[in-house]
């Protein structure tokens, strides 16, 4: 899932961190520059998660205020439950390979609490187990493929370097005005590559902004530089497992987008102020918040 292929890894090699090396960050776009403009956050006592800054589905960020201010619950669909069941198939089945831990997809079945996927079990599990089975096979090649090249290396060893992952790592993003109990979806700490997992088939623009928010986040936490970011389009379509990445330089611009939402978002929540609604055609019945909007 988080492996790079042949030809993205070549990309990595020969493009991205070329530029990222002659192109540079910004000295005040480091997330270790957080204690002062423009990362500094100017409402210090407001908290927000990851996905209300980097969501744009709502184009004027009204969704961000029913739900930090007017504290309505979101209504979830069939799509938020499989991009649920699949985060937590990936992550669980990733984190039974690092532990060394035996769990197979029946077992893990059992102990989903249902009560937190709005869905019905029958309706995700085939394409769960798909995408767990495609998961297992990855790290087993993988790691039978470190294994063969370092006959002398630990089993601890061969773990570390076949999957140098951090899954679900907790990190506080308090410093740039965030959450204290984010969780990133993955980081390469071998490549020093940012992932965020997204379960859809449609390439959009802003969905960069999560991964850049944690790469800041991570360099304002533990002061190394995260320049390079991917997200991870995954999906199941009758029966096939199908994984796209798009893999990019957290450049300035990309930093400078991100703390622009952020700082428009902290503001909506700080001020209690409605930003109202878009043009009608820019919200989608399948909005969380349609109801709470237009019903
Ligand atoms: S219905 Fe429209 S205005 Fe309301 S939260 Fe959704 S996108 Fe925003």
Avoid at 107 to 127: A, S
Wanted: aromatic residues 12%.
């Amino acid at each position: 899932m988080y492996f790079l292929s042949d030809v993205e890894h070549k990309y990595l090699l020969h493009q991205l961190l070329p530029t990222a090396r002659e192109v540079g960050v910004s000295k005040e776009l480091r997330g270790w520059s957080w204690f002062q403009p423009p990362l500094k956050p100017y409402y210090g006592d407001v908290k927000l998660p990851m996905y209300a800054v980097s969501s744009k589905y709502c184009p004027t960020g009204r969704d961000v205020y029913l739900r930090n201010v007017e504290n309505v619950r979101p209504k979830l669909g069939p799509k938020v439950a499989l991009g649920k069941m699949f985060h937590g198939v990936v992550s669980d089945c990733l984190q039974a390979f690092l532990q060394r831990k035996s769990l197979d997809f029946e077992t893990w079945w059992l102990k989903i609490r249902w009560d937190e996927i709005p869905e019905k079990p029958e309706n995700v599990k085939e394409p769960s187990r798909e995408v767990w089975k495609f998961v297992s096979k990855l790290c087993e090649a993988r790691l039978a493929e470190v294994s063969s090249r370092q006959p002398y290396a630990s089993e601890y060893d061969v773990i570390a370097s076949a999957l140098p992952f951090l899954v679900e790592h907790r990190i506080s993003g308090e410093l740039l005005g965030l959450s204290g109990i984010l969780s990133l979806d993955c980081y390469d700490y071998l490549h020093a590559i940012m992932f965020d997992l997204k379960v859809n088939d449609e390439r959009r623009e802003w969905y960069r902004l999560s991964p850049v928010g944690y790469a800041l986040v991570f360099e304002s936490v533990h002061e190394t530089p995260v320049d390079i970011c991917c997200v991870v389009y995954l999906n199941v379509r009758k029966g096939k497992v199908s994984v796209q990445k798009d893999l990019f330089f957290a450049d300035d611009e990309l930093r400078q987008w991100w703390i622009e939402e952020r700082d428009k978002k902290l503001e909506i929540v700080a001020e209690r102020r409605d930003p109202g609604k878009p043009e009608r055609s820019q919200c989608l019945e399948s909005c969380m918040f349609f109801d709470a909007c237009y019903g």
